[in-house]
């Protein structure tokens, strides 16, 4: 399998400040084909399935704020929520799709307002 | 707008087996385009692929889950069907049906349904 490792598992940002997510990746998901990664972030809120952000490591999500924003290649990628909102308290998730038989995803980053 | 509902038991006594069914609306499950899958969530074990289908009946399942699941589709009644045997508490979850198009990840997920596994 591969293993999504995120980091940090839990991070506090103030109203209008950056906030970064890292995803680490146990082996590449960049396919030689198309060369496109296929790696995939979710927004999950209390009580709601996860919604989909980002995905193509990079592409947002049709009415997604372009606040969002994802990056990386390979092994190592990056969910940045440029000005964080209110409404953006949720825990992310990222998401490999590379492996066609065993689909994983990372532990979470709880994202909170300080 | 495509909408994705789960239904069935919310408690299963262990080593029964557990049966979920998820319809689908404002889309055909027979598309060509999408796979349909299921995918829980635990405190423990965070979010969790558990199999995916397409309309045809062509299936493929967690490995570490492979030898429980059975994952079947009704295409009259634009369903498919989760069963998962031999449950113990490890198996309590939130239970989702998600939708995935054939090169994609997953972009519509039902609103999901609890299954608590107890005597």
């Known amino acids: 399998d591969i293993v999504m490792t995120q980091s940090p598992d839990s991070l506090a940002v103030s109203l209008g400040e950056r906030a970064t997510i890292n995803c680490k990746s146990s082996q590449s998901v960049l396919h030689s084909s198309n060369n496109k990664n296929y790696l995939a972030w979710y927004q999950q809120k209390p009580g709601q399935p996860p919604k989909v952000l980002i995905y193509w490591a990079s592409t947002r999500e049709s009415g997604v704020p372009d606040r969002f924003s994802g990056s990386g290649s390979g092994t190592d990628f990056t969910l940045t929520i440029s000005s964080l909102q209110a409404e953006d308290v949720a825990i992310y998730y990222c998401h490999q799709y590379y492996s066609t038989l065993t689909w994983t995803f990372g532990q979470g980053t709880k994202v909170e307002i300080k | ?119």
């Not at chain 2, 689908?24 to 074990?45: D, E, F, L, N």
Request: aromatic share 14%; net charge positive.
């Open chain 2, 1 to 119: 707008q495509l909408q994705l509902q789960e239904s069935g038991p919310g408690l299963v006594k262990p080593s029964e087996t557990l049966s979920l069914t998820c319809t689908v609306s404002g889309g055909s499950i027979s598309s060509s385009s999408y796979y349909w899958g299921w995918i829980r969530q635990s405190p423990g074990k965070g979010l969790e692929w558990i199999g995916t289908m397409y309309y045809s009946g062509y299936t493929y399942y967690n490995p570490s889950l492979k030898s429980r699941v059975t994952i079947s589709v009704d295409t009259s009644k634009n369903q498919f069907s989760l069963k998962l045997s031999s449950v113990t508490a490890a198996d309590t979850a939130v239970y989702y049906c998600v939708r995935r198009p054939r090169d994609g990840c997953f972009d519509y997920w039902g609103q999901g349904t609890l299954v608590t596994v107890s005597s």
